[in-house]
């Protein structure tokens, strides 16, 4: 749903940009490279959209970290499968948000 909350968030890879609409945007940190770390339990990496996560406030956050190369290869064909680590289930790139497959 969007609302006065919600921002564009701008990616940019190898020369071609997109919009992200994401429900709230509080800050763009960086982060030492010791606080990004693989998905816990995750089991293969083929189409996953997220496979890091980044420790936050000592641990206690844990923020998704977006494969970009991934993203850029689902939007150039849409019919690529996509798994979502929060809950590996597949979806699939053509649709407007992640549904389940």
Same mark, same amino acid.
């Given at each position: =749903?969007?609302?006065? %909350?919600? $921002?564009?968030?701008?990616?940019?890879?190898?020369? $071609?940009?997109?919009?992200?609409?994401? +429900?709230?945007?509080?800050?763009?940190?960086?982060?030492? +490279?010791? $606080?990004?770390?693989?998905?816990?339990?995750?089991?293969? =990496?083929?189409?996953?959209?997220?496979?890091?996560? *980044?420790?936050?406030?000592?641990?206690?956050?844990? *923020?998704?970290? *977006?494969?970009?190369? $991934?993203?850029?290869?689902? *939007?150039? +064909?849409?019919?690529?499968?996509?798994?979502?680590?929060?809950? +590996?289930?597949? %979806?699939?790139?053509?649709?407007?948000?992640?549904?389940?497959?």
């Amino acid at each position: =749903t969007v609302d006065s %909350a919600s $921002q564009v968030l701008i990616v940019r890879w190898m020369g $071609q940009d997109v919009g992200l609409l994401v +429900d709230e945007l509080h800050a763009v940190p960086e982060f030492p +490279d010791h $606080q990004i770390v693989p998905v816990p339990l995750l089991s293969g =990496t083929d189409g996953v959209l997220v496979r890091q996560v *980044i420790k936050a406030n000592e641990g206690e956050v844990l *923020i998704q970290v *977006i494969d970009v190369p $991934q993203l850029f290869a689902c *939007i150039k +064909d849409p019919s690529l499968p996509v798994l979502l680590a929060a809950n +590996d289930q597949a %979806a699939y790139c053509d649709e407007r948000q992640f549904m389940e497959a």
